[in-house]
């Protein structure tokens, strides 16, 4: 690649893969077993370590630190990893760090993320595509955020809590057991305030997919249910809907029951 494209005071590791046309600004450091995809850029003192991979065209903002190792206590220096897929936006003072081998010793982020400032991704968490994350949200060991979820900010999110895709949660929220797809939630500790139908609208859902939706919010949160029955009662609603698949799947799937 251009050396023009590195700044003369940014320092990169020698092991460092750095691929064509990446942009690595002032003071950033590059350290070992990093490899920078194509056509992404560093702006001003960020922190790269490895074992890190980071893919094409993401924009890191200043400040951040990708890769370091992780908080767990348990952690002693195994050789973990941080994922990073393509078309990612990491502003100012973002904290994202590697896996432990008591999980799979990864963290990952898919593809066209927004993670706002000062954001913290801890160790081993899991996020899909197109995620919003808003200033000052703090994602705990082994969080599973699901596509197009978004978080508010200051959201705090309890470790192994999974929050499905397209959920939605208010400003300040403290999350301590999973939120389903679809759902909207706000409060410390979240309840469930209704489907996120408006963010549903927006990304092309039928009318007819949201009204079966908004059924089956009533069935989970309204009538005072058993989640298994619950679960049995939502199955016999579904006919091959996608949007009720993926609803009952992340029911199914809770790892620390769901909010209610």
Known sequence: MSQSLIHGTAIIHPSAVIAAGVEIGPYSIVGADVELGAGTKLESHVVVKGPTSVGRNNHIFQFSSVGEACQDMKYNGEPTRLEIGDHNVIREGCTLHRGTVQDAGVTKIGHHNLLMANVH?????????HVIVANNVALAGHVYVGDYAILGG???????????????????SVVLKDIPAFVMANGNSVAPHGMNTEGLKRRGFSEESIKILRQAYKIIFRQGLALDTAIARLQDMSVGDDELSIL?????????????
Not at 121 to 129: I, P, Y
Not at 154 to 172: D, L, R
Not at 250 to 257: A, D, E, F, I, Y
């Open 121 to 129: 991704v801890a160790h081993d968490c899991v996020l899909g595509d």
């Open 154 to 172: 200051f959201t705090a999110v309890h470790q192994f809590c999974h929050i499905g895709p397209h959920c939605m949660t208010g400003a300040g």
């Open 248 to 260: 009952i799947a992340s029911l199914k799937n809770t790892s620390r029951g769901i909010i209610r």
